[in-house]
């Protein structure tokens, strides 16, 4: 399926000139401005621009496709004034992505504070890497590296997977199984009942194969979408899971929900901020740097 950007973007090289032009037109990198070109010509099967030594210049079937879409394209873009006007048009955009609960527990309650505009995006951690390696995101946070190398990798924190429980739960028994052997453990944990999400169960899989070498062998009693509400479900209630430990740190303290296990080899992961080595949004990332560093408080 065509995706409409790729209209806007090739009128605004065509009026520009170049790529360069394009992304500063447009907000979003150079590399994300040829992708949307590429992206254009190989649907509609023909080279739109002659790359020149310092021009874009159009070609015939470049015109004539200019020519089609410009009328349309002028009608949208007052559309999107006419509907967007309550927006500071001169702020900036920033795109950025993380997973769902890093979003809802660290950067939900700043969003209205932003200085700045933000689209955010949740999903694969690979995905969101090789978007922003493309210049469709600016800024991810992640416990993943690649060997990409454009995008720089700070580490700015970590998180510890963790079996916790509900506090109906009564888990007394517990560390006295956990001396006698593994098997014993695993098989204690396995008659629980679980809370697992529709999504990967990547938390579950690795603390499994870090203490026992092996998958778990059980399925979740209970599917629900994320592990926030996982955390609401088992708050002051019964259940088990595996999440990270900054998830659930403020229903620990109020003693809504007990950590049973941190592992005999506890499980960490290195937290990253990833972002393009050059970028123009250097001030707007430092903001958000800043929120996760002062969330996100177990250092390196």
């Excluded at 979003?103 to 090789?130: A, C, H, R, T, W």
């Excluded at 629900?224 to 403020?250: Q, T």
Aim: aromatic fraction near 12%; charged fraction near 25%; include cysteine.
């Amino acid at each position: 399926m065509i995706n409409l950007e790729w209209f806007r973007t090739f009128k605004t090289i065509y009026e520009t000139g170049s790529l360069t032009s394009a992304a500063n037109k447009l907000y979003i990198s150079q590399p994300g401005v040829s992708l949307h070109l590429n992206s254009l010509e190989a649907h509609v099967g023909n080279k739109l621009f002659d790359r020149g030594t310092r021009k874009m210049l159009p070609t015939e079937h470049g015109k004539m496709l200019y020519n089609s879409v410009v009328d349309e394209i002028k009608k949208l873009e007052t559309i999107e004034r006419h509907f967007s006007r309550n927006c500071d048009a001169n702020k900036t955009g920033i795109s950025i992505g993380m997973c769902f609960e890093t979003f809802q527990f660290v950067l939900e309650p700043y969003i209205s504070k932003l200085p700045f505009n933000l689209i955010s995006k949740f999903g694969d951690y690979s995905d969101m890497l090789n978007d922003l390696d493309k210049g469709l995101l600016d800024f991810v946070i992640t416990p993943q590296k690649d060997d990409a190398l454009n995008i720089l990798f700070t580490p700015f924190s970590k998180e510890r997977i963790i079996v916790i429980a509900g506090s109906e739960n009564d888990v007394s028994g517990f560390s006295d199984i956990l001396i006698s052997n593994v098997e014993d453990c695993e098989d204690w944990l396995n008659k629980q009942q679980w809370f697992g999400t529709t999504g990967d169960m990547e938390h579950l899989r690795n603390f499994w194969m870090q203490n026992f070498n092996k998958r778990p062998d059980f399925k979740p009693n209970f599917i629900v979408p994320n592990m926030s509400s996982i955390i609401r479900c088992i708050s002051g209630r019964e259940g088990f899971a595996v999440v990270p430990d900054f998830l659930c740190r403020k229903q620990i303290e109020n003693g809504d929900i007990q950590i049973v296990w941190e592992g005999n080899k506890p499980l960490e992961n290195t937290l990253y901020f990833a972002q393009r080595k050059k970028t123009i949004y250097t001030e707007e990332l430092k903001v958000l740097q800043d929120i996760f560093t002062k969330e996100l408080k177990n250092g390196i």
